[in-house]
Nanobody, 126 residues
Framework: QVQLVESGGGSVQAGGSLRLSCAASGYTSGIPYMGWFRQVPGEEREGVAAISTGGRTSYADSVKGRFTISRDNAKNTLYLEMNSLSPEDSAMYYC????????????????????WGQGTQVTVSS
């Protein structure tokens, strides 16, 4: 089993920045995709950004140009740099690992991912 633990969430003013981290432990070798998802109460969990082992990235349109996903394979750590935050970005953010290969670009669909962290809360105030 792969264990994922997010950190770095918190409260920030609109326009501010946060850096989320996800530490992976257990079976971490050869994970094709890792991604960040977010969810607010009453809504579906949506993909924010994803990255493959080769460094290919995918972003939701709502965060392009503001968020940057990166992956340190040697440290088994996933990052999400979030800039120009707005209240609409407020959500519980989850990191996830996907083991289903076959995609050229890392997918943002939640069904591809099988391992999930407990989440870290991000609250952006105006």
């Amino acid at each position: 089993q792969v264990q994922l633990v997010e950190s770095g969430g918190g409260s920030v003013q609109a326009g501010g920045s946060l850096r989320l981290s996800c530490a992976a432990s257990g079976y971490t070798s050869g994970i094709p995709y890792m991604g960040w998802f977010r969810q607010v109460p009453g809504e579906e969990r949506e993909g924010v950004a994803a990255i493959s082992t080769g460094g290919r990235t995918s972003y939701a349109d709502s965060v392009k140009g503001r968020f940057t996903i990166s992956r340190d394979n040697a440290k088994n750590t996933l990052y999400l740099e979030m800039n120009s935050l707005s209240p609409e970005d407020s959500a519980m953010y989850y990191c996830a690992a996907g083991i289903r290969g076959g995609y050229f670009l890392p997918p943002l669909g939640r069904s591809v991912y099988t391992a999930w962290g407990q989440g870290t809360q991000v609250t952006v105030s105006s």
